[in-house]
Nanobody, 117 residues
């Protein structure tokens, strides 16, 4: 099993920045990639960014150029640096891990990000 614990959400003004963290524990060796998804009010959960074990990254068009995903293998932690935040970035952000285990997908509990003046 893999456990994911997120932190770093909060309230920020438009144009501001936040950094989310996701600490992974458990069967770390089974993780192929990690990422951040978000679910806004009344919306489906959508991909924001992913990073593979080898460091390759992928971003949704809506966050490209503003968000940066990175990983610290020594700390088993993935970060999402969010800059130039907009009200439409308001959502619950979920950390995700894709693994080679029988259970392929693991999710964190979610952290709220609110962008408002």
């Amino acid at each position: 099993q893999v456990q994911l614990v997120e932190s770093g959400g909060g309230l920020v003004q438009p144009g501001g920045s936040l950094r989310l963290s996701c600490a992974a524990s458990g069967n770390i060796g089974s993780i192929v990639s990690m990422g951040w998804y978000r679910q806004g009010p009344g919306k489906q959960r959508d991909l924001s960014a992913t990073i593979t074990r080898g460091g390759s990254t992928n971003y949704a068009d809506s966050v490209k150029g503003r968000f940066t995903i990175s990983g610290d293998n020594g700390k088993n932690t993935v970060y999402l640096q969010m800059n130039s935040l907009k009200p439409e970035d308001t959502a619950v952000y979920y950390c995700h891990a894709l693994t080679t285990s029988v259970v392929r997908h693991y999710w964190g509990q979610g952290t709220q990000v609110t962008v408002s003046s």
